[in-house]
């Protein structure tokens, strides 16, 4: 299953300067829990904000412009269908973690997003996502991880 992880803010807002716009680490425990062993896909900027492979998951950075990872447990690929391979060869969820472009890249691809509602509202210049992210989605589910924040899962609705 491809599975779109995301934090966001009421305006929509996931990042600003590179990096969130935000510290809770509630958030950061769910993500840690959510996403361990796995394997996640990031850009080459959330690859760049994060510095190294987060511990027991694998790290596919998705780009063109970097030429060589040298980091044990982070792979390099430069297209979505090597991603999608990925995932077929894995035989295990692969998760979506950011950025903006690396999140329109797969959203005809993902079939699931657990999205972490942020209760704030970050100021401009931020990176957001399109407010219509969750067209084609069904809730499935609501739950409260502490800090204010609560987690929401939608699945891709039926064709």
Request: glycine fraction near 8%.
């Amino acid at each position: 299953m491809i599975i779109g992880i995301i934090a966001i803010a009421r305006n929509y807002a996931i990042g600003k300067d590179g990096k969130l716009p935000w510290h809770y680490p509630a958030d950061l425990k769910h993500f840690k829990r959510t996403t361990t062993g796995h394997a996640m896909v990031m850009g080459a900027s959330t690859w760049s904000s994060i510095g190294k492979p987060l511990p027991n998951r694998l790290s596919v950075v998705l780009s063109r412009s970097i030429q060589t990872l040298d980091h044990p447990n982070a792979l390099l690929i430069q297209t979505k269908d090597q991603a999608l391979e990925l995932c077929r060869f894995l035989g295990g969820d692969l998760f979506i973690i950011g950025g903006a472009k690396t999140y329109e890249t797969f959203a005809d691809s993902i079939d699931e997003w657990i999205v972490t509602r942020v209760p704030i509202m970050v100021d401009e210049p931020f990176v957001a996502m399109p407010r219509n992210f969750l067209d084609g989605f069904s809730l499935q589910s609501t739950g409260d991880i502490g800090e204010g924040l609560s987690v929401e899962v939608f699945r891709r609705d039926p064709n």
